[in-house]
Nanobody, 119 residues
Framework: VQLQASGGGLVQAGGSLKLSCAASGSIISINTMNWYRQAPGRQRELVATITYLGNTKYLDSVKGRFTISRDNAKNTGALQMNSLKPEDTAVYYC??????????????WGQGTLVTVSS
């Protein structure tokens, strides 16, 4: 299973970016999908979570600004980020609990995508 994250870049404060995550491989289903971020010198933190049924949770600091979504048929996920702030600058990672063809449930990470918000 591979998770491919994309969509990062440089944006001015107040701007928007949309991150995407595409899962590929011998996938039966994807349970929870998550977006994490890690800023320089800080620990990785969970930004947003979405279950298979679409239930969502957000880090308090991004509530009302970020929206997580997914397409179960396409095994893809996304994170729409609006009203970006310099403190949102970080490497963002997609993460998912994936059930593969053998029946095993595993946790997988995508490569990071850098989001830089200038003031």
């Amino acid at each position: 299973v591979q998770l491919q994250a994309s969509g990062g870049g440089l944006v001015q404060a107040g701007g928007s970016l949309k991150l995407s995550c595409a899962a590929s491989g011998s996938i039966i289903s994807i349970n929870t999908m998550n977006w994490y971020r890690q800023a320089p010198g800080r620990q990785r933190e969970l930004v947003a979570t979405i279950t298979y049924l679409g239930n969502t949770k957000y880090l308090d600091s991004v509530k009302g600004r970020f929206t997580i979504s997914r397409d179960n048929a396409k095994n893809t996920g996304a994170l729409q980020m609006n009203s970006l702030k310099p403190e949102d600058t970080a490497v963002y990672y997609c993460n998912a609990d994936v059930r593969i063809m053998t029946g095993r449930l595993g946790n997988y990470w995508g490569q990071g995508t850098l989001v830089t918000v200038s003031s």
